[in-house]
């Protein structure tokens, strides 16, 4: 019994001292030991796992790098960048690829898509969906946008009826429904009627849990090898909720596939499916079509609404931004029937307000890391050392003073000719990202933002129906987690 008991106990005090060796490595031996940052954060990956982990990482990164400077060491072996030239350094060198742990992609056999880390499949699927995000098929998708659009105006018309001229909306919802429904047409040739029956569907429910799960799960993955045991003490709701999100992606994948002409039509399975065609046999596999299907029905919709939820916040929080655009709208059209996805593209200020509400609440908030290759890169006139994890994160990078005058204030000039803050680096807005993985469906965003926002803004007068906080003192998983939006509407005087 007691030689049993000196073997654990020289065990763990051997563990002990292989741990404190490892944190005494990373503060003063490590290679990234010049670069600045809290020791703490270096020592371990424990305080960046903690922060992910409490949502509040973007808002630490901010802290961070006000504190730190334009780079900040984040753990022992990540670098966070807020300059403009790492964004080209980083996103546009193609020696610097997306790495496998933050993807969760450490697994054989894990379903690749068109986000995999592996460039020729990443090429290969990218052209595949090429097809349902050019400018042709964004006027074929026309009449789903505009009408998914005029239905959800219908509702909220209803709603201040029924309230005898005011109704209390929460926007939060009334965006995500609306984006959801274009994400599930787009995905699956049909709806899923959230903005008809005023509901959500319960695919968009899981939105946050998803992204908690995701971010859950990249932290785990950096734990080797102990990864493989505290997978098993995942929350049960969440991984209840991510299995779900993947059967209901199989079973409209399915319903997809067995409608008339499915090749033909250009959504996002149509694309693929066409690509095939073309190429003669099925380069793109049912299972990859199946794993695109569970990035882009959230994807294309969840930041999106997040998107247009920012900057309806910050126009709230602004009367005088608010009532200039109104003007701009009401001055360029006639009839809501005069507002459709070609001629809302020639609204400057909305252009802005939509520009600058995004680089207030910036959709994707927190990056997934790239990581050099194991001769280092150059970021930033600075030679990086091999197999270190880089990033431009949006939500530090779009709120530094570094980089925008007044960054905590709402100023959609900044982004017109002639703005106040000439000095401002608007080279480091880059909300799609740039390079070979920039975002494929910006067009389409763009489109229904602007689309849903001039149509709103035509059809009602609105103000905040509740304190309004800053958009982003909220929580966010991947995925923000989102607070009632509650705003009094009317219709136009």
Not at 387 to 403: C, E, G
Request: hydrophobic share 40%.
């Amino acid at each position: 019994m007691n030689h049993v008991l000196n073997t654990l106990a020289f065990g763990a005090l051997g563990a002990a001292l292989l741990v404190l060796f490892k944190i005494f490595y990373n503060i003063f031996l490590h290679p990234l030991r010049n670069y600045p940052g809290p020791k703490w954060w270096a020592a371990t990956r424990l305080a960046w796992t903690h922060s992910l982990q409490s949502g509040l990482y973007h808002l630490k990164l901010h802290q961070l790098h006000t504190q730190y400077g334009p780079v900040v060491r984040v753990a022992p072996d990540e670098l966070s960048f807020v300059s403009t030239e790492a964004w080209r350094d980083i996103y546009s060198n193609r020696n610097i690829p997306k790495n496998r742990v933050w993807a969760g992609q450490e697994e054989e056999n894990h379903p690749v898509s068109v986000v995999s880390t592996d460039e020729a499949t990443h090429f290969r699927n990218r052209r595949a969906l090429a097809g349902a995000f050019t400018e042709h098929a964004i006027n074929e998708h026309a009449p789903l946008l505009e009408g998914l659009v005029e239905t959800m105006l219908q509702k909220l018309g209803e709603k201040v009826v029924q309230g005898e001229g005011c109704a209390v909306v929460n926007f939060t919802d009334w965006f995500n429904w609306l984006t959801f429904d274009i994400s599930g047409a787009l995905s699956f040739g049909e709806s899923f009627g959230s903005i008809a029956d005023g509901r959500a569907h319960p695919w968009v429910e899981i939105s946050c849990s998803f992204g908690k799960g995701i971010a859950l799960m990249a932290s785990i993955n950096f734990y080797r090898p102990l990864n493989k045991l505290l997978k098993l003490a995942m929350p049960r709701n969440v991984m209840e909720k991510m299995k779900y999100h993947r059967e209901l992606a199989h079973e409209k994948l399915m319903q997809r596939f067995a409608m008339e002409n499915k090749a033909k039509a250009q959504d996002y399975v149509g694309s693929i499916l066409a690509y095939n065609y073309e190429k003669g046999q099925a380069k793109i596999p049912d299972e990859e079509i199946e794993a695109n299907m569970t990035v882009l029905i959230f994807a294309g919709s969840e930041t999106t609404s997040t998107a247009m939820t920012a900057i309806l916040t910050q126009l709230l929080q602004n009367p005088a931004a608010l009532a200039k655009l109104v003007t701009e709208v009401r001055v360029n059209y006639e009839s809501e029937k005069d507002i459709n996805i070609n001629t809302v593209a020639k609204l400057e200020y909305l252009t802005a307000v939509i520009q600058e509400g995004i680089r207030m609440g910036p959709p994707a908030a927190v990056a997934l890391p790239r990581i050099t290759p194991r001769e280092g890169a150059h970021i930033c006139s600075q030679h990086v050392p091999g197999n270190t994890f880089v990033s431009v994160n949006q939500y530090p990078t779009f709120r530094s003073a570094m980089n925008f005058t007044d960054p905590d204030l709402f100023v959609p000039e900044r982004f017109l000719p002639h703005s106040p803050y000439p000095s401002d680096r608007i080279d480091a807005f880059e909300p799609f990202l740039l390079g070979r993985h920039k975002c494929m469906g910006q067009k389409l965003a763009w489109t229904i933002m602007r689309l849903t926002l001039a149509r709103l803004f035509f059809a009602f007068d609105m103000e905040a129906a509740d304190h309004v906080d800053d958009f982003g003192s909220q929580k966010t998983f991947i995925f923000w987690e989102k607070k009632a939006l509650k705003v009094q509407l009317r219709r136009r005087n």
